[in-house]
């Protein structure tokens, strides 16, 4: 579990052993089994996960009870209701387990305290997180686009692990394309 | 000018005024007229821009010459092509500018001191972007959503002024729905 998380930091930083275990007693590992849920809309939270095995979906209910995907969330992957967190009001989106899943768990108190201790964690989670800005840009710049098919070839080109982990009906919803286009994009 | 970008800076942080001063030496100024190009599609980049005064646009042309906007950018806030700022690829954004603006422009060099000399502008840097990545978001909750009514209400909620400043064609194009839609949308 440590030589995961360890390798992840240190694609963006370096640490002394010290250093890593220091920064680890911050964290505490949450084990949750399938269907369970991480986080529940209209709750207050106060962690965000680092995923170390498993499998995870964020996703939205409207008024009208139709669900969006916002985000999976696999190995190396970090994950809440950041809106939430940030504000501090009650979780909008609902994160529940696809799979088994064990976490590394970082409550918003640790994450200061971290962040003051280490500046390098200060640095790491600004490159993380400007990395993740991008991500959603391109996100946007796609559903703008109205481009499906794109969509699914970056999906399938970035993390073609998903397409067997995850059921296709809930691939499709992210994707923001009714199971029929799905089929339809995967057969061309 | 420096006193607009010190209130926002202190927003988040608090600062001296030896520490301001020599946060400043990292950026320079720069000045454009409407219709110029802070960045253009295509070209290296390796600068972010802090909007002292005036108006831009971040828009992506896709391979049909139809034009999305990604962003709009006014008085305190932060515009680039960010993915291509950090995967030091070829701009994919035009950026040009719909007033004269002023611009404070940090380089990615400049950017990188200026968060080792001052541990607190890498915690500003992070705390700013994940407002950012929360606030994409949200953009794309109501994009999968497809609400472009809520979509309206919520631009003219957080930015009124943006109504007054920006032709509306432009803020249809922002919104991804047509110059149509836009103006029953603004009867409701």
Same mark, same amino acid.
């Given at each position: 579990?440590?030589?995961?998380?360890?390798?992840?930091?240190?694609?963006?930083?370096?640490?002394?052993?010290?250093?890593?275990?220091?920064?680890?007693?911050?964290?505490?590992?949450?084990?949750?089994?399938?269907?369970?849920?991480?986080?529940?809309?209209?709750?207050?939270?106060?962690?965000?996960?680092?995923?170390?095995?498993?499998?995870?979906?964020?996703?939205?209910?409207?008024?009208? =009870?139709?669900?969006?995907? #916002?985000?999976?969330?696999?190995? /190396?992957?970090?994950? %809440?209701? @950041?809106?939430? $967190?940030?504000? +501090?009001?009650?979780?909008?989106?609902?994160?529940?387990?696809?799979?088994?899943?064990?976490?590394?768990?970082?409550?918003?108190?640790?994450?200061?305290?971290?962040?003051?201790?280490?500046?390098?964690?200060?640095?790491?989670?600004?490159?993380?997180?400007?990395?993740?800005?991008? =991500?959603?840009?391109?996100? #946007?710049?796609?559903?703008?686009? /109205?481009?499906?098919? %794109?969509? @699914?070839?970056? $999906?399938?080109? +970035?993390?073609?692990?998903?397409?067997?982990?995850?059921?296709?009906?809930?691939?499709?919803?992210?994707?923001?394309?009714?199971?029929?286009?799905?089929?339809?994009?995967?057969?061309?």
């Amino acid at each position: 579990m440590n030589v995961v998380f360890r390798k992840h930091l240190e694609e963006i930083i370096t640490l002394t052993d010290t250093e890593f275990e220091q920064i680890l007693l911050h964290f505490t590992v949450k084990r949750l089994k399938k269907h369970q849920f991480v986080i529940q809309a209209g709750s207050l939270i106060d962690h965000e996960y680092f995923v170390i095995s498993g499998l995870l979906r964020s996703s939205y209910t409207n008024e009208d =009870g139709k669900v969006h995907i #916002i985000q999976f969330a696999m190995e /190396n992957w970090w994950i %809440s209701d @950041y809106h939430a $967190l940030i504000t +501090q009001t009650n979780a909008i989106f609902d994160i529940d387990c696809l799979e088994d899943v064990e976490l590394l768990s970082l409550s918003s108190g640790s994450k200061k305290k971290l962040c003051e201790e280490f500046p390098i964690m200060e640095h790491f989670f600004r490159v993380k997180t400007t990395a993740g800005y991008v =991500g959603l840009q391109q996100r #946007i710049l796609s559903l703008l686009n /109205n481009d499906a098919q %794109s969509r @699914y070839q970056k $999906l399938f080109a +970035q993390y073609p692990v998903l397409f067997q982990r995850v059921p296709k009906a809930l691939i499709a919803s992210y994707l923001g394309v009714s199971r029929e286009t799905l089929s339809r994009l995967s057969n061309i």
